[in-house]
């Protein structure tokens, strides 16, 4: 199905832009045939043009246009577009769909201008003569997209080059984009194979970077556009169900007209509008939703003039009508990345019927509809102080564009950069968290620590060793949701920066290109990291199961070696003539709080309360015995052992370290564990014979003190808790 042969008066329904319909086609035909005008006077081609961009920007000088326009026709005279219309009416109808949106007369002119260096004679030297440097540029930068070859073979290198003409200047993908869309709409013309290719190349890339750069008129049209010609049958049934709710009371309008009411007795100045979905929109509300109402067929559109207003707005609906909370999202607190701002709610009227509502001001709506177009020339001065951290000054280059250019620059070679491209692409919502320094991070949805990382340090991320999501530890695997606030750890802040790195295991949880890319450099400049780093000191094994050691006198112990349980004398047991025994699960000192079983042989095991092996033998049936600490008394007070746990972040050194701080607190080592390294952190298990079970809160402070050490804990906790 061609795009042409859509039914106009169900895509009026859209929102958007009005079309170039085939009625100012032929208008803009006659215009050009007749030549061009007496020198001084406005063409009557670009007459509708002229009064539209005035409208935006009343002091417009279109004398600019004027010569731009005579240029255009003169140069294109002749050629003719594959409908049979003179060519000249290409570049007219761009520029009528950039002044719609309300770009500036720069941009305007170079729309014009933007096929003559690539089909005509005239040169970019001409160009940049007559209408200066600036138009130059632009003009070179759309020839130079214009050359693309679409072909599958082509895509990395150019869209590659696309990235950096759009980083350079938003404006020269502002007329690519206008372009394709005034390609699109007269796409019927061409072979179906090639309007397929054509609107997949649109819809993989161009409609994306309309989504980030904000310019949702132009993104929603093209989307429908590309529906209409690869899912026919689906745009068919669409169309359907639209023209079937035309002929139907809309219960939207009602809504309308009770939210007028609402806010006009609380004082508050505002265009309400319904804002019918477009049919792409219809169509993924269709799949989510299923059968669809009139009032799931488009919005409500509340238009104020200051921020203050929109709160004020969503006040008095959530008072006035019934809020469905978990519709609430305030994308003016927190802009989304591609500019758009707005307060998104619904609400449900008496007769239970629910409304989506959309709050912005005035200036909102026109970024919302524009994006980037609407931000005028990027190279004016600036009103605005200096740009939030991580953000170039230049408004109309926002965040992810900075991020784009940064990683293409530094992929390794054009299919890296074309995968990582689509990949980035694809996300099509964006998740901020808030840095423990004040600022923000926007992050496509499902990033982990280890893209957040890379996006605040860039290659100094190679350095970070963990992380904090709302104030808990976190492994740089965790997935980050929208909101939270996240401190990065950074081996920076120990003395052992030198030796830190990412290991293989990044690559795993990495989502966004940046991050992947400078995994692999570095992974790549250092093959040693490529191998499982081996453990220091004793084979690394499990720590010792709680439940195999409880009352067991020979139960395995970390390390491999068989450390017995202390027979414990300083101990009393309700059991005359039973030997008593402290367990090697929980190891327990005085003044611990214990719980004796009785077990084979005739002895008693002497757990802590928390032990986990107390639940399980209680459950067991076990039998409880009494017991007690002994003051004053003890025998062999050298003889209390307590197993620790010690959870780090993994560096070189770290076994020598904390042997070290154990060893000048007067304590002995019996036996220690170091299990291998899991996303950068590991876990020591130290059993210790104490001469004195009083320093053993000296013992387990002084062990947090040693440099990438953030936990000590006492065995007995369950192991999920401990590498939770």
């Not at 080592?669 to 059993?687: C, F, G, K, M, N």
Request: charged share 25%; net charge negative.
């Amino acid at each position: 199905m061609s795009a042409e042969a859509t039914d106009h008066a169900a895509l009026g329904r859209r929102r958007g832009l009005p079309r170039i319909d085939l009625r100012n086609l032929r208008r803009f035909s006659r215009a050009a045939l007749l030549g061009s005008p007496a020198r001084g006077r406005l063409p009557d081609a670009i007459e509708h043009v002229a009064k539209v961009h005035r409208a935006h920007h009343p002091g417009a000088d279109l004398d600019v246009l004027r010569q731009a326009y005579v240029l255009a026709e003169s140069s294109h005279r002749g050629q003719m577009r594959k409908s049979g219309e003179p060519y000249i009416t290409h570049p007219l109808a761009v520029t009528l769909i950039l002044a719609e949106l309300g770009a500036e007369t720069t941009t305007l002119t170079a729309s014009l201008l933007h096929d003559t260096v690539e089909d005509t004679d005239v040169t970019l030297d001409q160009v940049g003569e007559q209408f200066g440097e600036e138009v130059r540029y632009l003009v070179d930068g759309v020839t130079k997209l214009e050359k693309v070859d679409y072909g599958a073979a082509a895509e990395p290198e150019t869209f590659r080059k696309m990235l950096v003409a759009t980083g350079n200047d938003v404006r020269v993908m502002s007329i690519k984009l206008a372009d394709r869309l005034h390609n699109m709409r007269t796409l019927g013309v061409m072979r179906p194979e090639k309007q397929a290719r054509i609107a997949k190349v649109t819809r993989d890339v161009l409609i994306p970077l309309a989504e980030r750069l904000g310019v949702q008129a132009l993104k929603t049209e093209l989307e429908d556009l590309v529906f209409a010609i690869l899912h026919p049958a689906e745009y068919a049934r669409t169309r359907e169900l639209l023209l079937d709710h035309a002929g139907r009371p809309d219960p939207l309008a009602r809504a309308a007209e009770n939210v007028r009411t609402v806010l006009h007795e609380a004082g508050i100045a505002a265009e309400v509008l319904v804002r019918p979905r477009h049919f792409v929109s219809v169509h993924r509300v269709g799949l989510k939703r299923g059968e669809l109402t009139g009032s799931d067929l488009g919005r409500l559109l509340v238009l104020v003039s200051e921020d203050a207003d929109c709160y004020a707005v969503l006040g008095e609906l959530h008072t006035c009508f019934t809020p469905v909370i978990s519709e609430f999202k305030d994308f003016i607190a927190v802009p989304k990345f591609n500019l758009y701002q707005s307060l998104h709610t619904a609400v449900a009227g008496r007769d239970g019927e629910v409304a989506e509502v959309l709050i912005r001001t005035h200036q909102m709506h026109r970024v919302a509809e524009a994006g980037v177009i609407a931000l005028g020339n990027p190279y004016a001065p600036l009103e605005a102080a200096d740009a939030p951290d991580g953000e170039r000054a230049d408004p109309t280059r926002p965040g992810w564009l900075s991020r784009l250019l940064a990683w293409q620059s530094a992929a390794p070679d054009p299919d890296t950069f074309w995968s990582s491209l689509r990949a980035e692409l694809a996300q099509d919502r964006e998740i901020t968290v808030f840095r423990s320094d004040g600022g923000t991070l926007g992050l496509p949805a499902g990033a982990s620590c280890v893209d957040a990382a890379y996006a605040q340090y860039g290659e100094a991320a190679h350095d970070c060793i963990g992380a904090r999501v709302n104030g808990r530890i976190a492994t740089l695997s965790t997935v980050l949701r929208d909101g939270d606030m996240l401190q990065l750890l950074m081996a920076r802040d120990t003395r052992d920066a030198a030796s830190s790195g990412p290991s293989p295991e990044w690559l795993d949880h990495a989502r966004t290109p940046a991050a992947r890319i400078a995994i692999s450099r570095w992974l790549a400049a250092n093959p040693e990291r490529q191998q499982p780093p081996s453990a220091t000191g004793p084979d690394p094994a499990p720590a010792e199961d709680p439940a195999g050691a409880a009352g067991t006198a020979g139960a395995g112990a970390p390390g491999g070696a068989a450390v017995r349980t202390a027979v414990a004398p300083s101990v009393a047991a309700d059991l005359p003539g039973a030997a008593v025994r402290l367990a090697g699960c929980c190891t327990p000192v005085p003044p611990d709080a214990v719980i004796g079983f009785a077990v084979r042989g005739g002895a008693v095991t002497v757990h802590r309360e928390q032990c986990p092996a107390v639940s399980r033998m209680t459950a067991a049936g076990r039998s409880t015995v009494g017991v007690r600490w002994l003051d004053g008394e003890g025998g062999d007070g050298g003889d209390y052992r307590v197993t620790l746990l010690a959870e780090a972040f993994s560096r070189p050194h770290l076994l020598a370290d904390l042997t070290e701080a154990i060893a000048a607190e007067g304590v002995a080592v019996v036996s220690a564990a170091v299990e291998p390294p899991r996303e950068q952190r590991v876990r020591h298990t130290y059993t210790l014979q104490l001469p004195d079970p009083g320093r053993l809160p000296t013992l387990m402070r002084a062990m947090r003190d040693v440099p990438g050490v953030y936990d000590v804990t006492r065995a007995g906790r369950s192991m999920a808790a401990t590498r939770s």
